[in-house]
Nanobody
Framework: QVQLVESGGGSVQVGGSLKLSCVGSGFTFGDYCMGWFRKGPAKERVRVALIDAGGAAGYADSVKGRFTVSRDNAYNTLYLQMDRLNAEDTDMYYC??????????????WGQGTQVTVSS
């Protein structure tokens, strides 16, 4: 069955960096869009960064220039490099599996989440 396991969250000071990882199993990792989401203030899941099967990436405006999404298909791993963190980035972050090669807005499988806390 599909499993997504995130790691790498933690506590960091404003201006610091973290790198999140998500290891996928139970599917052909390289064939799918993958994404990072955050829980959001209204407990909805908010898109942070997406990367399709070809490696094309997209970002929320709030993280452009600070976060970088990447994938290593040989290791079935999705990454989110988070730089210049600020307090507003504090949240639970989730990895998600898209429905196909391209990121079309449907995500059927989610990881358990990893907490990022940024303090001043």
């Amino acid at each position: 069955q599909v499993q997504l396991v995130e790691s790498g969250g933690g506590s960091v000071q404003v201006g610091g960096s973290l790198k999140l990882s998500c290891v996928g199993s139970g599917f052909t990792f390289g064939d799918y869009c993958m994404g990072w989401f955050r829980k959001g203030p209204a407990k909805e899941r908010v898109r942070v960064a997406l990367i399709d099967a070809g490696g094309a990436a997209g970002y929320a405006d709030s993280v452009k220039g600070r976060f970088t999404v990447s994938r290593d298909n040989a290791y079935n791993t999705l990454y989110l490099q988070m730089d210049r963190l600020n307090a507003e980035d504090t949240d639970m972050y989730y990895c998600a599996l898209g429905a196909g090669r391209y990121c079309m807005g449907q995500y059927d499988f989610w990881g358990q989440g990893t907490q990022v806390t940024v303090s001043s």
